[in-house]
């Protein structure tokens, strides 16, 4: 589904990926891991063209994308969360929905408007998506809340909502889980589980390695830009070069945490 072929990106002098080789098969969730600064966020940016690489292609379905404008791309069917949260503050938690289908079925702005007076039927039909996309992420019942009233733990689950309510064929997921419970992020797995279910192909950045073990069908790992490892979680366990790069280094938890809020 998606191919990324030897993508190089550079600010300045920083190089933050360097020659990534990589694929994600349609119906897989894939991990992208590494320390901070590896490049996982670049990454995700270039596949949802926020920003071009500076050498090398990305191929999605068969359609070169690299160069093409976020516009042009996201109709494809590539989504994505932000590790900063993207939702709109002032609007209210189905709003926030809304606007993730407005990309999906074109309704114009006007019509949005009017939808939320309850006007046409189409926009009825809108609402009625928005509500189940909402009762799949378990929001239902505080759709009416303005998302700026939100706990962290609601608001990452909303950002994930607005995304999938595009209709994605790939999702990328930056950071979903960061500065989640235990309780929250196993329930973060389970609805990237389910999401997995409904047939949309899921690219995660993970920095929680029980979630990222547990529901990925193959890792790549990044290490200050660089392709370290590709493999099983099982296999990426036993690298001896992750082990030495990542997961043997003693990561502060509540850094990172910190640092993802
Ligand atoms: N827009 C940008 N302009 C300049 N430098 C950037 C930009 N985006 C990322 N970088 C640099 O590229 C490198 C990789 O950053 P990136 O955000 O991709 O890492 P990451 O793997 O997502 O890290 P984290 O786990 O902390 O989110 C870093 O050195 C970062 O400072
Ligand atoms: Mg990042």
Do not use: W
């Not at 994308?65 to 042009?72: R, S, T």
């Not at 939320?116 to 009416?144: C, H, N, P, W």
């Not at 192909?201 to 529901?215: F, G, N």
């Amino acid at each position: 589904m998606l191919q990324v072929d030897s993508i190089t990106k550079r600010f300045g002098g920083v190089v933050a990926n360097s020659e990534v080789s990589f694929t994600v098969e349609e119906g897989q969730i894939v991990g992208l891991i590494g320390p901070n600064g590896a490049g996982k966020s670049t990454m995700f940016n270039m596949i949802s063209s926020v920003f071009p690489p500076t050498t090398g292609t990305i191929t999605f379905q068969g359609t070169r994308i690299e160069k093409l404008p976020a516009y042009q791309v996201a109709p494809l069917g590539i989504s994505r969360t932000f590790q900063n949260l993207q939702v709109f503050k002032n609007m209210t938690v189905i709003e926030n929905v809304m606007v993730g289908q407005h990309m999906q079925t074109k309704t114009n702005l006007f019509g949005m408007a009017s939808l939320l007076l309850g006007i046409t039927r189409k926009e009825r039909k809108v609402y009625d998506q928005a509500m189940s996309y909402l009762a799949f992420f378990g929001l239902q019942d505080i759709f009416d809340q303005k998302a700026s009233s939100l706990s962290l733990g609601k608001l990452r689950l909303l950002e994930f909502a607005r995304a999938f309510a595009t209709e994605p064929k790939l999702l990328l997921l930056d950071e979903i889980a960061a500065g989640l419970n235990h309780k929250e992020t196993q329930e973060m797995s389970a609805l990237i589980n389910k999401v997995r279910d409904t047939g949309v192909t899921v690219l995660v950045v993970e920095h929680d390695m029980d979630l990222v073990m547990s529901i990925c069908d193959k890792l790549v790992v990044l290490d200050q830009g660089v392709k370290i490892a590709e493999g099983t979680p099982k296999e990426i366990q036993e690298n001896e070069a992750v082990i030495t790069a990542y997961l043997g280094a003693d990561i502060d938890e509540e850094e990172v945490e910190e640092e993802a809020i």
